[in-house]
T-cell receptor
Framework: GESVGLHLPTLSVQEGDNSIINCAYS??????FIWYKQESGKGPQFIID?????DKRQGQRVTVLLNKTVKHLSLQIAATQPGDSAVYFC??????????FGGGTRVLVKP | GAGVSQSPSNKVTEKGKDVELRCDPI?????LYWYRQSLGQGLEFLIY????????KSGLPSDRFSAERTGGSVSTLTIQRTQQEDSAVYLC????????????FGQGTRLTVV
């Protein structure tokens, strides 16, 4: 079936630098995309979402970009901090269907 | 409650025993998900309930796994004849209307089969 494809790589980032986490999806019918952050020992927490009629959305220190042409989603974290160390998941969904999660990316912030 | 509640938070069981994991979703949420997460890995979809529709069981790894959702609220995930490979964190999530809104996760149940 359709799924969001994201292996579980590790992204090492120097504190203060920007982070970019990528996600590829395959279901062109998806109209809702979310990024989650999961800290050690906790359940995933919502970060930011974007609808398919948008290509960019900004939050506090985070920006999500959606490229429907190549079915690509990214999360940019500005001025990465030690508290940003976590596993990040993307998810996609559409009305009437369940959310589908990608495999996750581990972000390690180096001091 | 204020969020998704899962119990127990930790469960150690002997191989071959049955276990039941409970999820109390956020009140009013019609959609409920169960996921499994092995150490350091991603989220493995297990089952999805949406309102009164038939649940999507496509992620259940074997017939030892089953789940119920009574009265559209509390859900129980049952694993029969547990095996060591069942050891993982089991996460429950709920959302108001399914896949067009965010899902809220519980803290998970860490299951260890010895």
């Amino acid at each position: 079936g359709e799924s969001v494809g994201l292996h579980l790589p590790t992204l090492s980032v120097q504190e203060g630098d920007n982070s970019i986490i990528n996600c590829a999806y395959s279901n062109s019918a998806s109209d809702y995309f979310i990024w989650y952050k999961q800290e050690s020992g906790k359940g995933p927490q919502f970060i930011i979402d974007i609808r398919s009629n948008m290509d960019k959305r900004q939050g506090q220190r985070v920006t999500v970009l959606l490229n429907k042409t190549v079915k690509h989603l990214s999360l940019q974290i500005a001025a990465t901090q030690p508290g940003d160390s976590a596993v990040y998941f993307c998810a996609e969904g559409a009305a009437g269907n369940k959310l589908t999660f990608g495999g996750g990316t581990r972000v390690l912030v180096k001091p | 409650g204020a969020g998704v509640s899962q119990s127990p938070s930790n469960k150690v069981t002997e191989k071959g025993k049955d276990v039941e994991l409970r999820c109390d979703p956020i009140s009013g949420h019609t959609a409920l998900y169960w996921y499994r997460q092995s150490l350091g890995q991603g989220l493995e979809f297990l089952i999805y309930f949406q309102g009164n529709s038939a649940p999507d069981k496509s992620g259940l790894p074997s017939d030892r796994f089953s789940a119920e959702r009574t009265g559209g609220s509390v859900s129980t995930l049952t694993i029969q004849r547990t095996q060591q490979e069942d050891s993982a964190v089991y996460l429950c999530a709920s959302s108001p209307v399914g896949a067009i809104t965010e899902a809220f996760f519980g803290q998970g149940t860490r299951l260890t089969v010895v």
